[in-house]
């Protein structure tokens, strides 16, 4: 089975600030993992995601994250955070992309101007 | 590609009534999920399937809570004598089966059971 720990329900950047946001999963096959992210009365959007290949991930809106299988992570981050960026980000994992996907409980991310 | 459709988007009703809601996929979509999110949560998985074959149930399904997807296309999604647990977001999902992975949102249908 798989599962995800999201550390830090909440997490406040200054505008500009690096923005870095934990994720830990549980696999016992190699994992597909993923980020989305969602805006208030909304559905949820993908960000970025690794399959296979290359561990450092690049997606949308200048996200990305590494994936680090000895340390069963991967950790989105963003050099420079914009107002634009605060909304709930989620952290979701599935068995090879064959399995529904398992979803952290999410980091809620303010940007202070 | 419309995107992945929800109908309705907001519903309030009466513990105790029957309410369903609609999933309209991308057309080339063959896989469709359906998860719930309740307020401060991660979605949590309810069904899904491919095309109109139901694949997988969580046991967070109840039998109160019955899925559809009659010819491959859009899904229904019923949930009989409500109760106040059942308030949430019901969001859908989809994507290709072969291929492609992450999956494509709906706007959800957020309930309200008072």
């Known amino acids: 089975a798989q599962s995800v720990t999201q550390l830090g329900s909440h997490v406040s950047v200054s505008e500009g600030a690096l923005v870095l946001l934990r994720c830990n999963y549980s696999?016992?096959?190699?994992?597909?993992l993923f980020w989305y992210v969602q805006y208030p009365n909304q559905g949820l959007q993908l960000l970025l995601k690794?399959?296979?290949?290359?561990?450092l991930v690049k997606g949308i809106n200048g996200f990305e994250a590494e994936f680090k299988k000895s340390e069963t992570s991967f950790h989105l981050t963003k050099p420079s955070a914009h107002m634009s960026d605060a909304a709930e980000y989620f952290c979701?994992?599935?068995?090879?992309?064959?399995?529904?996907?398992?979803f952290g409980k999410g980091t809620r991310l303010s940007v202070i101007a | 590609d419309t995107g992945v459709s929800q109908d309705p988007r907001h519903k309030i009703t009466k513990r105790g009534q029957n309410v369903t809601f609609r999933c309209d996929p991308i057309?080339?979509?063959?896989?469709l999920y359906w998860y719930r999110q309740t307020l401060g949560q991660g979605p949590e998985f309810l069904t899904y399937?491919?095309?109109?074959?139901?694949?997988?149930k969580s046991r967070l399904l109840s039998d109160r809570f019955s899925a559809e997807r009659p010819k491959g296309s859009f899904s229904t999604l019923e949930i009989q004598r409500t109760e106040q647990g059942d308030s949430a977001m019901y969001l859908c999902?989809?994507?290709?089966?072969?291929?492609?992975?992450?999956?494509?949102f709906g706007s959800g249908t957020r309930l309200t059971v008072v």
């Open positions: 979701a994992v599935s068995a090879s992309g064959n399995t529904p996907l398992v």
């Open positions: 696999s016992s096959v190699p994992p597909y």
């Open positions: 690794y399959t296979t290949g290359a561990t």
């Open positions: 057309s080339e979509h063959n896989r």
């Open positions: 399937f491919q095309n109109e074959a139901q694949l997988e």
């Open positions: 999902a989809t994507h290709r089966a072969q291929g492609s992975y992450g999956y494509t």
